[in-house]
Every structure is written in C-alpha cells, then in structure tokens.
DNA sequence: AATCCGTGGGT
DNA sequence: TACCCAAGGAT
C-alpha cells in the first residue's frame, strides 16, 4: 500500500512534501474542514484560512465572528464554532502546541475520533487508524463485509487497526483514503488497477461495488416559512445575527418566521414579522435542502420609517455592506431573490 | 442510539 | 427529479 502511495501520490495543499515534517496545525485545520467535505470544496477556505492566520495562535487571537464569515457557505457551522474553540484552548492551555497522542487530541472541541486518530498519525506518526468513509468503504469491500453501517463499524475498525503498519502510519491512513478516493469509488469501483485486487473478498465474490451495505435514509420534509426583506428610508436592509446554537448558528440571516412543515395562516406569520408594516410579497419562492429538509421561502418587502427602524433589534447595512456579514448560502439565495424581484 | 447539523457535485 | 455522497462530531 506504501509503495502505492509514493507511486501515486497525490500533492493536495495541506499535504507536506514527502520527507518535510508535517505542520499539526495545518494537519488539523485541514481534517476539520474535510469532515465531510470535499476535497475540491475544502481547498480555497484552507488557502484562506492560512494566509488570514498562518498560527494556531493567529486563529485564537481572531473574533468568532471573523472565523465565521471566512467559513461562510462550507456548512455545519458548529465545525467553525468548535475550530475556533480549540484554537483557543491550544494556544492557551497548551501553551500553542497541539497534543501528540490520540487520547489528548480527543479531548478537543470539534475532534472526535476519526479528526484525533487522522491527527495523530498525520502529524506525530502515531500508530493511530483512523476511519472515515473511504476507509470504511475499502475495508468493509476487503473482507466482504456484508453487515450494514452503522452496526458493522466496530469490526471495520477492528479490521483496519490489524491492517495498519508500524512504519508510516500516517502515510499508510492517507494512502487508504486516497485508494477509497480515486479507486475504492462508491460506484464502478476501478479494480482492474487496485493494489489489493488480489486480496479482496469483495471483489472475488462479485460484490464490491454494493459494499458497505447502508440502511435506508428516511425521506426529507418539506418546510416552509417567510423571510421579511425590511428596507429602511436610507435604503439600508435589516439583518440579525442567529443564535450561537443550532441550524446555522451564529450566523447572519434576513429576519424570518419559523419554518414550520404546514403552511401556517398568513396572520400566525404575519404575527412573527420583527414589525407590523405594509408588506409586499415578491414572486417566486427560495427553495434550500438541508441535512434534513428541504425549505420553500416566500421573501415579503416592505419600506418603513425611521421612528419604525429604531425599534427593531439588528443590524442595518447597505447592499454592499452585506458581504461584511457571515451569511449562509440559504440566506445568499434570499438576498439574491429579493433584489431580483424587489 | 438516534438525531441534528450544510453544501455542492455526480448520476 | 431525486437521490447519493463527501477525510464526522455533539448531544
């Protein structure tokens, strides 16, 4: 599998040279943004990230808020929230200095036990295994494991452990994301040219490509809700930050109802405008899928006075000034719809 | 243990 | 279109 590896290895931009010493703190801002995450995704907000603070230090100094707004649009926000957390932690209780062991990594926010296996081995040669889904989807094919996750976990792990050699143990965990990347594929794996195509169960039974067996994901609901575009007599929009905890937490929105899975009556919505106004409803709705449903947004306008605006709690900014703000891409498409339509 | 938590690309 | 999938973690 190591000489797999040096054959084919591929230059990725938190991927130390062969021989350089790997830098933990890139080891790990790069293993928290990948959780899943894409390569191709991950690799401008890394760049980013590590011109803006090129230290676990640099990142700790900075504001929640700036982190944030750097990491709008990659999603599950609470993997910024706890990057910025442990940031915070390392540079102040360790003195800068990641933890070298699996078991201190773990103690972490935002690393569990795939981030502090990766970690370990990665950037302190660790004899550490992690499993991710490539991992998960090369062992499970190699045994032929034909019991569905989650419950067959524990003996992938069990598996891959076994598997895993003294020397390079770090390179070896790379090598097996990158074999489950570009050649273990979810579909039409490409075993003609796999270097463990003699040893695989899997494929001697015929079964590789169906393997892991998952269990069914149960179908997403549909909710529907109302986002207030609130324009001011300057012509400055209202936005407010979200609360810390939850979906897109700490990020900015346009005012809105409650996204509820029944069309509520237009005065129960009506009734969660931040304020009583003429409202105009704009053509169209803004649909968003997330993790677990999916969203229609109708987008209401309205002007207001200035005696009316300083009631209201947020921010008021221009149009421009709204790239200043943390926004999700959710609320990117209603921003988008109401200047279309407004 | 099961649920919550984003987004974009591929098929 | 409607799924699936991606270097998972927290609760």
Same mark, same amino acid.
């Given at each position: ?24 703190? /890139?080891?790990? +801002?790069?293993?928290? &943004? ?19 603070? $090129? ?18 649009? +990659? ?23 990641? $933890? ?8 972490? $926010? ?15 040669? /660790?004899? !550490?295994?992690?499993? %991710? ?33 003294? %020397?390079? $143990? ?5 090598? +097996? &994301? ?26 001697? !039974? ?28 300057? @012509?400055?929009?209202?936005? /407010? /930050? ?13 005012? @809105? !109802? ?49 005696? %009316? ?34």
């Amino acid at each position: 599998m190591l000489d797999w590896y040096d054959r084919h290895h591929r230059t990725l931009p938190w991927r130390a040279e062969p021989g350089d010493a790997q830098d933990p703190y /890139r080891v790990w +801002l790069s293993e928290i &943004m990948l959780q899943q995450t894409t390569v191709i995704t991950v690799g401008p907000y890394f760049a980013a990230f590590l011109q803006r603070w $090129p230290t676990v230090n640099d990142l700790a100094n900075a504001d929640l808020d700036e982190v944030l707004h750097a990491w709008q649009g +990659l999603g599950y926000y609470a993997r910024a929230r706890n990057l910025h957390k442990c940031a915070k932690v390392v540079a102040d209780e360790y003195g800068g200095r990641f $933890p070298d062991t699996e078991e201190g990594l773990l103690k972490l $926010p935002g690393i569990g036990p795939y981030t502090a296996a990766a970690v370990a081995a990665i950037a302190f040669n /660790r004899h !550490s295994s992690p499993v %991710d889904g490539n991992i998960e989807r090369v062992i499970s094919r190699l045994f032929a494991l034909e019991t569905p996750l989650p419950d067959v976990k524990p003996e992938i792990k069990e598996k891959s452990a076994a598997l895993t050699p003294s %020397d390079r $143990p770090g390179d070896y965990a790379q090598a +097996l &994301m990158d074999l489950g990347a570009t050649i273990c594929t979810p579909r039409n794996p490409a075993c003609g040219i796999c270097p463990w195509q003699a040893s695989c169960e899997g494929r001697k !039974s015929g079964i590789a490509p169906e393997l892991p067996k998952k269990r069914k994901k149960p179908a997403k609901p549909t909710r529907v809700g109302y986002a207030f575009w609130i324009r001011r007599e300057d @012509g400055k929009i209202l936005v /407010r /930050r979200r609360p810390e905890k939850g979906l897109l937490g700490g990020l900015y929105e346009v005012p @809105g !109802s409650d996204w509820r899975a029944i069309e509520a009556p237009d005065d129960v919505m009506l009734s969660e405008a931040p304020i009583k106004a003429s409202w105009t409803e704009l053509d169209g709705t803004v649909g968003h899928t997330f993790t677990h449903f999916h969203l229609d947004v109708t987008v209401l306008a309205a002007n207001i006075a200035e005696s %009316d605006a300083a009631k209201l709690d947020g921010s008021w900014t221009t149009i421009d000034g709204l790239s200043e703000f943390a926004l999700p891409t959710v609320m990117k498409k209603i921003v988008r719809h109401a200047l279309k339509y407004r």
